[in-house]
Every structure is written in C-alpha cells, then in structure tokens.
C-alpha cells in the first residue's frame, strides 16, 4: 500500500528536480506564466503564432504552386483557344463580307 504511494512521492520530486533543471538557461531561469509582464507574454505568444504560420506556410506553399502551375497551363489553353477563335472569328467575317459583297454587286 505505501509503494505505490512512496513510487509517486519519488516520482513527484524526481519531476521538480528535472524540471528545475530544464527551466534555467544561461544561468537564468524562465518565468512561469504568472511572473510574465505583459509584453514579455505578447512577445512570447506572437512567436508561437509566427512559428505556427511558418509550418503552415511550408506545408501549403508546394501544393499552392502545383496548383498554380496547373492553373497557368489552363490558362495559357484558354487564352490560345480564345486567340485561335478570334482567327475563325475574321476568316468568317472575310467571308461573309465576301459573300455579301457578291451578292450586292448581282
């Protein structure tokens, strides 16, 4: 019965002491959350956000330019078969004009 509570006990200063180990860098230790002024908790909380958006960011940016290379091809397909009918559009018209004109002259 006091094992497990002994185990716990051990455990519980074991985590403190660890804890305390991680929490000073260059001989100075990190604040918890309470200790923060208030710019030191903005400064910390837009650093997540930038390191989040930074992931996001790398992990976005390839899918978005295989999508904008996609989209540029159709495009570029659009826009030659826009110019290639603009083409049959004038040899039409030359042609009606044509045929109107004979029909006029008649």
Do not use: W
């Not at 992931?55 to 390839?62: T, V």
Request: hydrophobic letters at 30%; aromatic letters at 10%; glycine letters at 6%.
């Amino acid at each position: 019965m006091y094992d497990d509570r002994d185990k716990d006990v051990r455990n519980y200063r074991k985590a403190i002491y660890y804890d305390g180990i991680h929490r000073y860098e260059n001989g100075e230790r990190e604040k918890s959350l309470s200790e923060l002024t208030l710019r030191e908790f903005d400064h910390i909380c837009y650093g997540a956000c930038y390191s989040a958006n930074k992931q996001l960011l790398s992990a976005i940016m390839p899918r978005l330019k295989e999508i904008e290379e996609k989209e540029s091809t159709l495009f570029k397909m659009i826009d030659n078969l826009l110019e290639d009918n603009r083409e049959i559009y004038k040899q039409l018209e030359g042609v009606k004009a044509k045929l109107t004109g004979g029909i006029e002259k008649r």
